[in-house]
């Protein structure tokens, strides 16, 4: 079973930034999705093995940035501009192919790691 280990969460204003780190990325594509109390976990950003694709919800086009380093096994979520409703645990998740918007299609999950944006 593997298991992804996430951090940098943390307590931020609003306009602020904060980068997330997930690991191992493996040779898995990977997403990052959120989960705010009471409401359902929401995708937030995936990319490719390769990296060279990349996928955005609208919520957080232009603002996040999703990269990885294969050679140090590593995704990294780059959360710029950050407003209070970005506040939510993060989860970094991996599947061994094919790109997704959906919790369900990624089998290996991390912990997550609470990102709080204060106004």
């Known amino acids: 079973q593997v298991q992804l280990v996430e951090s940098g969460g943390g307590l931020v204003q609003a306009g602020g930034s904060l980068r997330l780190s997930c690991a191992p990325s493996?040779?898995?594509?990977m997403g990052w999705f959120r989960q705010a109390p009471g409401k359902e976990r929401e995708f937030v950003a995936a990319?490719?093995?390769?990296?060279?694709?990349?996928y955005y919800s609208d919520s957080v086009k232009g603002r996040f940035t999703i990269s990885r380093a294969n050679a140090k096994n590593t995704v990294y979520l780059q959360m710029n501009s950050l407003k209070p409703e970005d506040t939510a645990v993060y989860y970094c998740?991996?599947?061994?192919?094919?790109?997704?918007?959906?919790?369900?299609?990624?089998?290996?999950w991390g912990q997550g790691t609470q990102v709080t944006v204060s106004s």
């Open positions: 998740a991996g599947k061994l192919s094919g790109m997704s918007d959906h919790f369900n299609d990624y089998p290996y």
């Open positions: 493996s040779n898995y594509v």
């Open positions: 990319i490719s093995w390769s990296g060279i694709t990349t």
